[in-house]
């Protein structure tokens, strides 16, 4: 009788240390940071231009650009110059792959063009994509540096501004995926 109450105590306390080994264990998927120093942790984006102001002065323009999140940003360029700088972590979720930057010009209504004058329209443009690695070392992704100018009679600038929409500048980039 003793070892038939000794052998269903074991079985119990068996039974019991199997089913806490079991809820205890947690299931191997949860993502690890990377060991490896060169993976990269986070990703930087400067986004730059910089225009004439004979554009500021016939154009309506507009920068739409990706931010790291991968939202879709447009912000009017009201000045000569515009700059948009951000840094994304690995740990708030998975490194975007996408980046693009336009900078586009709307025809304004109502502007007077002078047909014999001359309008300077130039471009310069600054996009880099940086990957900061796991040992805190940067790794240049992408850069573009376009640069452009022009010089245009202004019956020129009128034809121009009747085909409607000008592409100033544009950049994108696909970050290949490991």
Not at 64 to 78: D, F, I
Not at 81 to 102: A, I, M, N, R
Request: one cysteine or more; proline letters at 5%.
């Amino acid at each position: 009788m003793k070892k038939t109450i000794l052998f269903k105590a074991m079985a119990l306390f068996m039974a019991m240390t199997a089913s806490v080994s079991l809820v205890s264990c947690s299931d191997d998927d949860d993502p690890k940071p990377s060991d490896d120093p060169t993976a990269l942790k986070a990703i930087s984006v400067s986004y730059g231009a910089q225009i004439s102001s004979d554009y500021l002065d016939v154009y309506d323009v507009n920068v739409t650009y990706t931010t790291v999140a991968g939202a879709t940003k447009t912000e009017p360029m009201t000045s000569t110059v515009w700059t948009h700088q951000e840094t994304f972590d690995k740990s708030k979720g998975e490194l975007p792959t996408e980046f693009s930057c336009e900078v586009i010009g709307t025809p304004r209504a109502g502007v007077n063009i002078d047909p014999d004058a001359r309008y300077r329209f130039e471009e310069k443009g600054v996009f880099i994509v940086e990957g900061i690695r796991n040992d805190d070392k940067t790794t240049m992704l992408k850069t573009s540096t376009p640069d452009a100018g022009r010089t245009f009679k202004g019956s020129d600038v009128i034809t121009i501004m009747e085909s409607g929409n000008r592409d100033i500048l544009t950049f994108s980039y696909t970050r290949p995926v490991k």
